[in-house]
């Protein structure tokens, strides 16, 4: 069983730049969820992709979309890249058990991007 | 979603019991307590979740009082390699999706 990955490791683009972030979820696994995490932070919830439909999305603007395919592999896109969108993106899988406790999910090693 | 509040920071020695505590004083009926771990360049783990009373798995034990206002994580004997960021996170699944809000975590280190 393999884990979640994600490419590319690390990425440099320049601001107005776009890009494109990609994410294998774990086998087994029909959800994908998107996190940013600025230095020193804690990661912050982007959106979730469940059987290729966006299920819920956090507070961030327009220009962070995603995708998710019929393997359960997701993008994300970032358009018009600003400064502030330096940071470590992480990506985070998980199967839904229909119960109250919250599903676990299985997080990826991120993707550095730095734009200058 | 409830928010949490946990401390910045903690240190301890290899060997000792860790215990950190998280305060969620707005936790709603539904939600469940659960945290994860995160090492430096990696992505969060799972560590642990619990509703009420007192939950052990192989690495942590979380205690939770009658109230549900706060929790505890308690790491026993820790060694160097426990040296990570702790989050204590509160929620459940509203709609059927499962967004986890993280805090600022708890920065634990183990020293020699």
């Known amino acids: 069983e393999t884990g979640v990955t994600q490419s590319p490791t690390h990425l440099i683009k320049t601001r107005g730049q776009q890009v494109t972030l990609r994410c294998s979820s774990q086998?087994?696994?029909?959800?994908v969820s998107w996190y940013q995490q600025a230095l020193g932070q804690g990661p912050q919830f982007i959106f979730q992709y469940y059987r290729e439909e966006e299920n819920g999305r956090g507070n961030f603007p327009p220009r962070f979309s995603g995708l998710q395919f019929p393997n359960y592999s997701s993008e994300l896109n970032v358009n018009a890249l600003e400064l502030d969108d330096s940071a470590l993106y992480l990506c985070a899988s998980s199967h839904p058990t229909g119960q109250g406790a919250l599903d676990t999910q299985y997080f990826g090693p991120g993707t550095r991007l730095t734009v200058l | 979603l409830a928010k949490t509040t946990q401390p910045i920071s903690m240190d301890s020695y290899e060997g000792q019991e860790v215990n950190i505590t998280c305060s969620h004083n707005?936790?709603?009926?539904?939600?469940?307590i659960t945290w994860y771990q995160q090492f430096p360049s990696q992505g969060p783990r799972f560590i642990i979740q619990?509703?009420?009373t007192k939950v052990t798995n192989e690495v942590a034990s979380l205690f939770i009082p009658a109230d549900r206002k706060s929790s505890t994580l308690s790491l026993p004997r820790v060694s160097l390699s426990d040296t990570a960021v702790y989050y204590c996170l509160v929620g459940d699944k509203p709609g059927g999706y499962n967004k986890l809000i993280f805090g600022a975590g708890t920065r634990l280190a183990v020293h020699p």
């Open positions: 619990g509703y009420k």
């Open positions: 707005n936790i709603a009926t539904n939600d469940y």
């Open positions: 086998s087994g696994h029909n959800t």
